[in-house]
C-alpha cells in the first residue's frame, strides 16, 4: 500500500503518488431510512434531546451514484464503533440515511426536509459540492451541523454557514494545483481542458488553468460543457482543433460519453495525455470499454488512499464494496461529530460546531473514537488523527492538513495500486 504525504496547505513540500485501489461500485451497506411526507424545516431541529441523530444526504442515485457504497459504508463502520463503545452521551447514535441525487435533480432539498423533521443533529453530505450548495442554507437555518466528506469547491471557504459547515475533503485549490503541476511537469506545453459546467467543474477548471499558465504552459482552449448534454461531438471538436498535447477532462460519470467522442476523433490516450480529478476517477465507468482506453491516463484524488486494515474493517460492515473512494472522509466526518459532542457534552448543532475545531487539532493525539472518547471523559484535550489525516480544522471548517494522490490507470481500464510510483513536488501549496 502507498502511503500519500499529507501535506500542509501551507509553503510546505507535498507527496504525490501514482496510486490505485480495486474495482467495483455497488449499493450502500445496511440503513435506517428515512419516514416519508416530510414538512418544510424547523428551528426545533437544532434543540437537542440528549441523543445524537445524525442523518447522512448521499448519492444512491445520480452521476456520483458510484461514490455512494464507500461513503455510506465509512459512516456505517464509524457508528458501529461507536454504539459499540458505549455510544455518544451514554446513549446509541442513531441514523437515517437519504439520497443526494445530484445538481440535475430536487432530490437533495427533500431529503433535508425529511431529515429536518427527524430532529438530526448533523447531516453528512452531499458528495455534489453543487448540491451541498443547494441546500446548505436549509440546513444551517434550522442550526444543524452540515459535514461533507467530499465537497471541494472553494466556494464553501468563504460560504455563509453560521460556523455550522465542515468537510474532511480539501478544496480545489490544492487538487488544482497538483494536477496542473502534475500536467505541466509530464511536460505538457499545450494543454485542453473539457470541464463540466458548475460551481466544481468551473471552479477547479480555473485552478489547473491558472497553474498550468504559471508553470509555463499554454491553455490552448478550453471548453465548460452542460454535463446533461446528449452529445459532446461539438465540445470535443473544439479540443481537437487547436490539437494540444495533454487533455484535462473534469467531469462525473458523464465523462464517459467525452471518452467515447475523444476515442471517436482521434484523441486517443496513446496519442495524447488525459488527466482526470475526483469526480470521474472511478473503477467502474469504464470497464465496457475496448482494453487500453484508459490506459496511461492520470488522475488526482484528494484524500488519503484507505489503509489496507481499514478496507478490511469496511468490508465487515458491507462486504460488497469494492471502491473506496471518500470513505476514510466518511467515517472520519462521523467521527469527529460524535467526538464534538461529548467534548461539548451537548448534541445540538451549535454546541456541536462549537467543539469540531477544538478536538481536530491542538490537544492529545488520538485514532478512533474509543481511545478519543476515554481521553475525553478523563478531562484531556484531544487531537483526533483521523484515517483520512490529521484534519486540523481552520476557523471555516477547511482541514489545513490535506492529503493528494495522483493515479494512474492501465490497460484494464482500472487504476491499480501494484503499480504505484511515488514521487516528491516542490511547493504546490503556497
Do not use: H
Amino acid at each position: 500500500m502507498i502511503r500519500i504525504l499529507r501535506a500542509p496547505l501551507a509553503a510546505t513540500a507535498a507527496l504525490l503518488a501514482l496510486a490505485a485501489c480495486s474495482s467495483g461500485g455497488t449499493t450502500a451497506g445496511t440503513v435506517t431510512s428515512g419516514s416519508a411526507g416530510a414538512q418544510p424545516p424547523s428551528a426545533g431541529a437544532s434543540q437537542g434531546d440528549g441523543a445524537l441523530t445524525i442523518g447522512t444526504v448521499l448519492p444512491q442515485t445520480g452521476s456520483l451514484a458510484y461514490l455512494g457504497p464507500p461513503m455510506f459504508g465509512g459512516v456505517d463502520l464509524a457508528l458501529k464503533e461507536i454504539n459499540e463503545a458505549g455510544g455518544v452521551l451514554g446513549k446509541p447514535v442513531t441514523k437515517y440515511d437519504t439520497d443526494s441525487g445530484d445538481n440535475t435533480t430536487n432530490i437533495a432539498s427533500q431529503a433535508v426536509d425529511k431529515l429536518l423533521t427527524q430532529k438530526v443533529d448533523a447531516i453528512v453530505g452531499a458528495a455534489s459540492s453543487s448540491v451541498s450548495e443547494s441546500i446548505i442554507d436549509k440546513i444551517t437555518r434550522a442550526g444543524v451541523v452540515q459535514f461533507s466528506p467530499a465537497n471541494t469547491s472553494d466556494k464553501f471557504t468563504t460560504i455563509e454557514d453560521d460556523g455550522l459547515y465542515f468537510r474532511t475533503a480539501p478544496p480545489d485549490k490544492l487538487q488544482g494545483r497538483v494536477l496542473g503541476d502534475v500536467v505541466v511537469s509530464d511536460g505538457n506545453d499545450t494543454v485542453g481542458i473539457l470541464a463540466m459546467q458548475d460551481s466544481y467543474g468551473t471552479g477547479l477548471a480555473d485552478q489547473v488553468q491558472k497553474t498550468v499558465t504559471d508553470g509555463g504552459g499554454d491553455v490552448v482552449e478550453r471548453v465548460d460543457y452542460d454535463p446533461k448534454a446528449a452529445d459532446f461531438s461539438a465540445d470535443v471538436a473544439k479540443i481537437k482543433a487547436k490539437n494540444p498535447k495533454a487533455i484535462v477532462l473534469i467531469g462525473f460519470e458523464e465523462t464517459a460519453k467525452v471518452v467515447q467522442e475523444l476515442v471517436k476523433q482521434g484523441l486517443t490516450s496513446d496519442k495524447y495525455k488525459w488527466y482526470m480529478v475526483d469526480g470521474n476517477m472511478s473503477n467502474t465507468n469504464y470497464l465496457k470499454m475496448p482494453k487500453g482506453t484508459m490506459d496511461g491516463v492520470k488522475g488526482t484524488l484528494p484524500g488519503a488512499e484507505a489503509p489496507e486494515a481499514f478496507q478490511k474493517r469496511l468490508l465487515k460492515v458491507n462486504p460488497k464494496i469494492t471502491e473506496y473512494t471518500y470513505a476514510a472522509e466518511s467515517y472520519d466526518a462521523v467521527t469527529l461529530i460524535a467526538l464534538a459532542a461529548e467534548a461539548a457534552k451537548s448534541d445540538t448543532g451549535p454546541a456541536i460546531a462549537g467543539k469540531l475545531v477544538e478536538t481536530s487539532k491542538g490537544g492529545t493525539k488520538c485514532t478512533g473514537f474509543k481511545e478519543c472518547v476515554d481521553l475525553l471523559k478523563a478531562g484531556t484535550d484531544i487531537d483526533y488523527d483521523g484515517v483520512s489525516g490529521p484534519v486540523d480544522f481552520n476557523d471555516v471548517g477547511d482541514p489545513s492538513v490535506a492529503t493528494i494522490g495522483v493515479y494512474r490507470y492501465g490497460a484494464d481500464n482500472k487504476f491499480n495500486a501494484a503499480k504505484a510510483i511515488e514521487y516528491r513536488r516542490g511547493n504546490i501549496a503556497g
